[in-house]
């Protein structure tokens, strides 16, 4: 019987059945032509990309010192009202041509490249203000803190240091920059302010990028005060000299006193202090041969480069300062960061937008700031003292002289939270040695 195969084979036909001239059938095929999109317009407000690059403005000359109408430094950010004048402001163009114009300093550029210039060329503003910072920290063996009630949350010796930073910055500023000396009374009194301010708060006990921000106005005020030649090496020195001495003194208070993170973001923030190192750090590895956003999960990458580069200097601190391992469980948003296409010229930018955004665009950070003579409020900024602010920030008074949000969780100021450092320091100090921090299931 034959199988269902032989019955359904087909025979080929006969070379007497197959035309000489077949019939050219493609002529009857229709023909496919692509579609023509006319081009599109461009017009002088369309976009080269949805996230353009965000310039630097100019960073202007140092004014005459005679021309500038000094005054103590005060909160003039009361309302959003105020807070929409100053993004509007010449002050807020300054800070952020200033803080900007460092950035772009510090491009491809190592920190121990910056120390070797600043050997061949001294500059004794720089080394003065070294002098300074040496200074604030050396008083802190003056102040210990009191650990008696074992709390993670701030010191209240805190309050006795800071006190004492605001008899001897004066003194110090004539022993460490003479050249202070010939300054008005009150350009010292607006300097020195914004120097206390950029340690804290005495009645919070805490620190945040608010904080931080003085500093950066502090090193302005040099250079506005033309104490300070305005040149990249100057601005590198700034950067990568000043800075990181500041943030040792800042990391030594913050595991001395457990300063409470000014209004943390918890895991979806950069870090719970600071910043502008992230903001830096990223321009330095711009152009970077090897060293990739990836390349900060790799542990041993960060101990041999984070000594030359503030961005991974902060990670590796991040990563000493919690209580788990693993950047994927307690900062999600530098892991998701440490993905992004475009290297580190892309981060640069997402940390100016930031800057811009999540520090000078927030009511909550810039309600504390402080308006001088130099960094000056705008007409129709309301005053303290006007709306019954209390004035400075004594005890009880955080939380008096601004606009508070109906819609926050427990207060407009942040939520009253523990330090990371402060656990840790604990942790370690109960155990009697370093302690390891545990890791996370599964990472």
């Known amino acids: ?58 960073l202007p000359s140092p004014p005459e010192v005679d021309s500038i109408r000094f005054v103590q430094p005060t909160r003039r950010i009361l309302t959003t009202q105020d807070h929409e004048l100053f993004l509007q402001s010449p002050a807020h163009t300054l800070i952020t041509s200033f803080a900007f114009t460092l950035s772009d300093a510090v491009r491809d550029t190592t920190i121990s490249a910056a120390e070797a210039d600043l050997l061949q060329n001294p500059c004794p503003i720089i080394n003065g203000t070294l002098g300074i910072l040496t200074e604030l920290e050396d008083l802190i063996a003056q102040h210990p803190p009191d650990h008696a009630s074992g709390s993670r949350f701030g010191n209240p010796i805190f309050r006795d240091y800071l006190a004492s930073v605001s008899t001897n910055l004066p003194q110090w500023h004539a022993r460490h920059l003479p050249s202070t000396s010939s300054l008005p009374p009150a350009a010292l009194d607006e300097l020195t302010t914004y120097l206390h301010a ?117 990670v590796r601190q991040v990563n000493a300062s919690k209580t788990v391992k693993g950047l994927r469980w307690h900062s999600p948003m530098l892991d998701d960061i440490s993905s992004v296409r475009g290297g580190w010229a892309k981060v640069e930018q997402g940390m100016r937008r930031m800057f811009l955004g999540e520090v000078l665009g927030k009511l909550v950070v810039m309600q504390h700031f402080l308006f001088g003579g130099v960094v000056g409020a705008v007409e129709g900024m309301t005053r303290e003292g006007e709306r019954g602010a209390g004035v400075g920030e004594g005890e009880g008074e955080e939380h008096e ?17 523990p330090s990371n450092v402060g656990a840790v320091q604990e942790m370690r100090r109960k155990m009697g040695g370093t302690g390891e921090l545990r890791r996370v299931p599964f990472d």
């Open 198 to 314: 950029s340690l804290g708060s005495s009645s919070r006990i805490d620190y945040g990028s608010g904080h931080e921000l003085h500093f950066l106005i502090y090193l302005l005020l040099l250079h506005q005060l033309s104490l300070l030649p305005s040149t990249p090496l100057t601005h590198r020195s700034l950067a990568l000299i000043i800075l990181p001495r500041y943030l040792r003194l800042m990391r030594t208070l913050q595991s001395t006193y457990y300063l409470e993170p000014a209004g943390s973001h918890g895991v979806w923030g950069l870090d719970d202090y600071h910043f502008l190192p992230f903001l830096l750090g990223a321009s330095q590895l711009t152009n970077h041969a090897f060293i990739t956003p990836r390349g900060i999960h790799n542990e041993a990458l960060l101990d041999e480069y984070a000594d030359e580069f503030l961005y991974l200097d902060m």
């Open 401 to 417: 002289g601004h606009e508070h949000k109906a819609d926050s969780w427990d207060d407009c100021c942040g939520i009253k939270v």
């Open 1 to 58: 019987m034959p199988s269902a195969t032989t019955q359904s084979r087909v025979e080929p036909l006969p070379d007497s059945a197959i035309p000489l001239h077949p019939p050219d059938l493609s002529q009857k095929l229709p023909k496919l032509t692509p579609r023509s999109n006319p081009p599109k317009k461009r017009t002088a407000n369309s976009r080269s990309s949805p996230n353009p690059s965000i310039p630097t403005p100019c």
